[in-house]
Nanobody, 124 residues
Framework: VQLVESGGGLVQDGDSLRLSCLAS????????MAWYRQAPGAQRDMVAT????????SYTDSVKGRFIISRDSAKNALYLQMNNLKPEDTAVYYC??????????????????WGQGTQVTVSS
């Protein structure tokens, strides 16, 4: 699975941005996709996730009500609509995919894939 992000940029406090992630390769077994972000000197943290089967989404508390994660399965695309951006949202944003293999006994194993990241900078 290959993931390519786009849509980052420099915006001002309160602006909006839409990130995109295009997946290619063997995408049939992707069970979930997510956006993570990493600010300078900080660890990489989950921002939002979406389950491919039922579309269930979840968000970290700091972006709830401002960010929306969505997926277009026909295009193998993942999106992150970011509204009311704040300076603390400044980070490199990464697309993540979990490729899931199921075994006969009901167990499964995940392989994670990452994009190269796209920079989002919010000025005050």
């Amino acid at each position: 699975v290959q993931l390519v992000e786009s849509g980052g940029g420099l915006v001002q406090d309160g602006d909006s941005l839409r990130l995109s992630c295009l997946a290619s390769g063997s995408t049939n077994n992707i069970a979930a996709m997510a956006w993570y972000r990493q600010a300078p000197g900080a660890q990489r943290d989950m921002v939002a996730t979406i389950v491919t089967g039922d579309g269930r989404a979840s968000y970290t508390d700091s972006v709830k009500g401002r960010f929306i994660i969505s997926r277009d399965s026909a295009k193998n695309a993942l999106y992150l609509q970011m509204n009311n951006l704040k300076p603390e949202d400044t980070a490199v944003y990464y697309c993540n995919a979990k490729d899931r293999i199921w075994y006969r006994n009901g167990a499964y194993s995940d392989t994670e894939y990452w994009g190269q990241g796209t920079q989002v900078t919010v000025s005050s």
